[in-house]
């Protein structure tokens, strides 16, 4: 069965630095997303994107995040000067577009980051 | 603005009991979707289910049961005859239908022990 999947599985970063989480969707989803959740909270939706723009951001995306399709097969998150409170798991999801059928998202094991 | 609420934080029961996790949802859109997710101790997040505003049918799968009513904007779950590996948290989430936008917000989630 297809799945979407996350690397690396667990990223540890110096406060300050730059970090790249990396997803590849389900091959035939065309909606993706990153969601976090910090540890013993809810999951919080991040960004959508669709058609290579973001479709809709929440608050938390402010200017320090950024997404991007780089190839046919690969979704990133980017944060380019991460803090102690980015440190949480963040979740990749894809899903068909809406009234394609389904559009229920399926989420990769997730990466868990860790900002010191 | 969607809003879910899962008023039980942490639900504990002995193995065998039945027990219902409750799910409140706020919405002003009147097409959007209701899921229910699982995230045992591994992390990941499991699609259990996902039902759309116009089909207020109930669905059993299973040990597991869905109980949707839009009168009270509640979308219940039931797990009957509980195991030990059913211990997780379990998420709520609500996806409006309106525009582009295929974002989840979801609840802040319920922890079931279930103890053997």
């Known amino acids: 069965e297809p799945e979407v999947t996350q690397t690396p599985s667990h990223q540890v970063t110096q406060m300050g630095q730059e970090v790249i989480l990396r997803c590849v969707p389900i091959?035939?989803?065309?909606?993706f997303y990153w969601y976090r959740q910090i540890l013993g909270q809810k999951v919080e939706f991040l960004v959508s994107?669709?058609?290579?723009?973001?479709?809709?951001k929440s608050e938390i995306f402010d200017d320090q995040f950024s997404v991007e399709r780089p190839d046919g097969s690969n979704f990133t998150l980017k944060i380019r000067s991460t803090k102690l409170e980015d440190s949480a798991m963040y979740f990749c999801?894809?899903?068909?577009?809406?009234?394609?059928?389904?559009?229920?998202?399926?989420f990769g094991p997730g990466t868990r980051l860790t900002v010191l | 603005a969607q809003k879910v609420t899962q008023a039980q934080t942490e639900i504990s029961v002995v193995e065998k009991e039945d027990v219902t996790l409750d799910c409140v949802y706020e919405?002003?859109?009147?097409?959007?979707?209701l899921f229910w997710y699982k995230q045992p101790p591994s992390g990941e997040l499991v699609f259990l289910i996902r039902?759309?505003?116009?089909?207020?049918q109930n669905e059993i799968s299973g040990r597991y049961s869905w109980n949707f009513q839009k009168s009270t904007s509640s979308f219940n779950f039931t797990i009957t005859a509980s195991q030990v590996v059913d211990s997780a948290v379990y998420f709520c989430?609500?996806?409006?239908?309106?525009?582009?936008?295929?974002?989840?917000?979801f609840g802040a989630g319920t922890r079931l022990t279930v103890k053997p």
């Open positions: 039902r759309n505003s116009f089909d207020e």
């Open positions: 919405t002003r859109d009147t097409t959007y979707y």
């Open positions: 989430a609500l996806s409006e239908a309106g525009g582009n936008n295929n974002d989840m917000r």
């Open positions: 999801a894809s899903s068909f577009p809406r009234g394609a059928g389904t559009d229920t998202q399926y």
């Open positions: 994107f669709y058609n290579n723009e973001i479709s809709e």
């Open positions: 091959s035939n989803h065309l909606y």
